[in-house]
């Protein structure tokens, strides 16, 4: 997500004009401060330990905006290390981090050995912290637990998705309705983590999450258990597939849910929609975009890659993110980009530009995911082009040609796709329709639809659940395509 396209209302005597300014502005020279290497780089306190999985419990408290919680972090030593960094962003307070051999979360301890991690240093959002020598044993590579408590009112995010932050907002009927968007700026705006893309949880992650007893929780993958005590409810919703620190989000709010059976690729595969109350009917019609994306993208990029974790639509306070398993939407339940055509080719209107866009990325973005936000080419650019295939696929190649031709008129050529590495900064809004549009000259170059779409599940497949370069990518279609 973080689209290219900021809508601008003018007011214009009698009538409104929707004018359009492509991509956010980015500066040609940019300084980039330790803070940033920290966050962006794959640095000595990072890469010594492999995240295996991330249980979080937080409890959202509405009435004043706080968070409260710890994240257990299940780690794997990889080679011999020193420090280890985990983010947490201010004004968030990390409270205590505490190591352990068996799970924190369940009450029989066979081995009671918690060990106090201490914050040796803190450098911005970052902690370092000394890991007891014990819990790194490299001849049994047994994993260890790192249990960190949080508290604090995090940043609210004020434009999302663009920005990112907690977002509080309330329903038609005046009830809470909270979410999280964090691409680019981090999870850890709102949960202690490693915050770096190139390192996802191997088994998965879970969300545990407290709040008012009216409202419903929703989040990544499969509800697991939800329980009500004292006016608040408790609901863990868990996905078992690695998942982009950045896609892990609740949704708290007022919803109704309905669901159908896709018969896909791999078999039965669920499919949840979770709407506010307000919006049920124009839900059950509008989502009948979903199951057509499915078969679409299926046939072009192989099967939908998270069949155990299911696939959710979910409504969001904000236009909407690619949440893994659990897609964030907010169109307003109408076609094209809030009922506007990108393309400019009527082509556009024909469907629901979240639905399709936002799920376009659980085949590039979740199941093939960039090392460093400097590549997010690789999830933006194959994006773009999945609504040119979702257009050709259900109204033929030359819709999907005139679609694709129509997005360039987006394209900026203002600084490079690719931006610099390990400072978590990402390229040029031409990232979605340049790099779209080059998709399509390779295509026209490979002169083979059926080789050109054998290329597309080939990288879903040989890449799949993995992180990847920009070179890894270029590679790769190069020796296929020669085949
Ligand atoms: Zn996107």
Redesign the pocket.
């Known amino acids: 997500?973080?689209?290219l396209v900021k809508i601008v209302l003018i007011l214009n005597s009698s009538f409104l004009i929707l004018n359009y300014i492509e991509a956010q502005p980015l500066k040609q020279v940019q300084k980039f401060t330790h803070a940033d290497t920290l966050r962006g780089t794959y640095g000595p306190s990072r890469d010594w330990w492999d995240v295996q999985r991330y249980d979080l419990d937080v409890q959202f408290n509405i009435v004043d905006s706080t968070i409260s919680g710890n994240n257990v972090i299940l780690i794997k030593s990889i080679k011999k290390g020193g420090l280890l960094q985990i983010d947490l962003q201010e004004p968030l307070i990390l409270d205590v981090c505490i190591t352990t051999f068996d799970d924190p979360r369940i009450e029989k301890r066979s081995n009671p050995w918690p060990i106090k991690a201490e914050v040796i240093k803190k450098e911005g959002n970052a902690y370092f912290l000394k890991i007891h020598p014990a819990f790194i044993d490299l001849k049994t590579n047994k994993p260890f637990y790192l249990n960190i408590y949080y508290h604090g009112k995090p940043t609210i995010a004020r434009r999302p998705p663009w920005d990112g932050g907690l977002i509080w907002k309330k329903s038609k009927d005046g009830s809470p309705f909270v979410s999280v968007a964090c691409q680019g700026l981090g999870a850890s705006v709102w949960y202690p983590c490693k915050d770096h893309q190139s390192d996802e949880p191997d088994n998965g992650a879970s969300i545990t999450m407290t709040y008012p007893d009216t409202l419903t929780g929703v989040a990544n993958g499969r509800l697991v258990k939800e329980e009500k005590s004292n006016g608040l409810k408790t609901t863990t919703w868990e996905v078992i597939s690695p998942i982009n620190n950045y896609n892990l989000v609740p949704y708290i709010g007022k919803y109704v849910h309905f669901s159908e059976v896709y018969k896909g690729e791999k078999g039965n595969l669920d499919m949840d929609y979770w709407v506010l109350e307000e919006n049920l009917e124009k839900a059950k019609k509008q989502f009948a975009d979903a199951a057509k994306m499915m078969k679409a993208f299926e046939y072009w990029f192989g099967p939908y890659p998270f069949y155990k974790d299911g696939y959710k639509l979910v409504e969001a306070p904000h236009l909407g993110m690619?949440h893994q398993s659990a897609v964030a939407y907010g169109n307003k339940f109408q076609n094209g980009y809030l009922g506007r055509d990108l393309s400019g080719t009527g082509w556009g209107m024909k469907w629901d530009f979240i639905i399709v866009?936002?799920s376009?990325?659980e085949w590039f973005?979740n199941n093939i995911t960039s090392k460093d936000i400097a590549d997010m080419w690789v999830?933006?650019g194959f994006?773009?082009y999945s609504e040119t295939l979702f257009t050709d696929y259900w109204f033929g190649k030359k819709a999907g040609n005139e679609y694709c031709i129509g997005t360039r008129k987006g394209i900026q050529n203002d600084i490079p796709i690719i931006g610099p590495y390990n400072v978590n900064q990402e390229g040029s809004g031409d990232m979605?329709p340049k790099s779209g549009n080059m998709l399509h000259t390779i295509r026209q170059v490979i002169n083979d639809d059926e080789k050109f779409r054998q290329i597309l599940r080939g990288l879903n497949k040989d890449f799949g659940l993995q992180t990847v370069t920009t070179e890894q990518i270029e590679k790769y279609i190069n020796k296929k395509k020669q085949n």
């Open positions: 997500m973080r689209l690619e866009h936002e376009g990325h973005a999830h933006e994006t773009n979605y």
